[in-house]
């Protein structure tokens, strides 16, 4: 079995590409997914989140308000750092399960959709890391369209993130996105060739 880390940028298209290797029959584990699912109302997650920041990241509806939290950490490095401290301990445990069963199935090829991959130093987890890598310029009219996000708040996102450098530095394999999502199918499906090829 390979063990693949995916990673790339906000605005990169990974969960693009995450989405497109599952679809060639990849166990995708979603470390995005994880990190909403273990601060649902109701878990441990949840409620140190607001002992830490307080109910006003919370909606009206007692949910976390994400918007809100992001505006709050990605301008505080502090703050980023000690809402981290939260959840990632909770993602890995629960990673860590879901990689337990991908290695009781059969699957070739196991990817970890993994954002701050490069920033956590995690590359040595895994066979082969993937960048997905897109311009700056183009990621932030993306998320700018896509999510409504206001430009100052992607740029603040993406200098708290690792710069392409250190991120290119980090990667095994590059998907290139950016171009048109016709581009993107055609080299996802290459990649995927690849890992298999890898994978024997």
């Known amino acids: 079995m390979l063990k693949v880390g995916l990673t790339g940028g906000i605005g990169s298209g990974k969960s693009a590409v995450s989405a497109a290797l599952a679809s060639f029959g990849a166990v995708v584990i979603?470390?995005?997914a994880i990190a909403r699912e273990v601060v649902e109302p109701g878990t441990p997650?949840?409620?140190?989140?607001?002992?830490?920041?307080?109910?006003?990241?919370?909606?009206?509806?007692?949910?976390?308000?994400?918007?809100?939290l992001g505006e709050l950490v990605f301008a505080d490095e502090e703050r980023l750092e000690r809402l981290n401290a939260i959840v990632h301990p909770k993602v890995a445990e629960r990673s860590g399960r879901l990689m337990e069963q991908a290695l009781d199935s059969d699957a070739e090829v196991v990817v970890y959709d993994v954002?701050?991959?490069v920033e956590n130093g995690l590359e040595s987890l895994y066979d082969v890391v993937v960048v997905v890598d897109t311009p700056d310029e183009t990621r932030v009219e993306?998320?700018?369209?896509?999510r409504g996000?206001?430009?100052e708040q992607i740029r603040a996102r993406i200098a708290s993130?690792?710069?392409r450098e250190t991120r290119l530095a980090s990667a095994d394999l590059v998907v290139d996105n950016s171009g048109s999502r016709e581009?993107?199918?055609r080299r996802?499906?290459?990649l995927w060739n690849e890992l298999l090829r890898r994978a024997a």
Do not use: C, S, W
């Not at 949840?46 to 920041?53: L, M, Q, S, Y």
């Open 30 to 32: 979603d470390a995005d």
């Open 45 to 68: 997650g949840f409620a140190e989140i607001v002992a830490e920041f307080g109910a006003g990241v919370l909606t009206p509806e007692g949910r976390l308000d994400r918007p809100r």
């Open 115 to 117: 954002p701050l991959l």
């Open 142 to 146: 993306r998320v700018a369209r896509d």
């Open 149 to 151: 996000m206001p430009p």
């Open 161 to 163: 993130q690792a710069d």
């Open 183 to 185: 581009d993107l199918e």
């Open 188 to 190: 996802v499906e290459e």
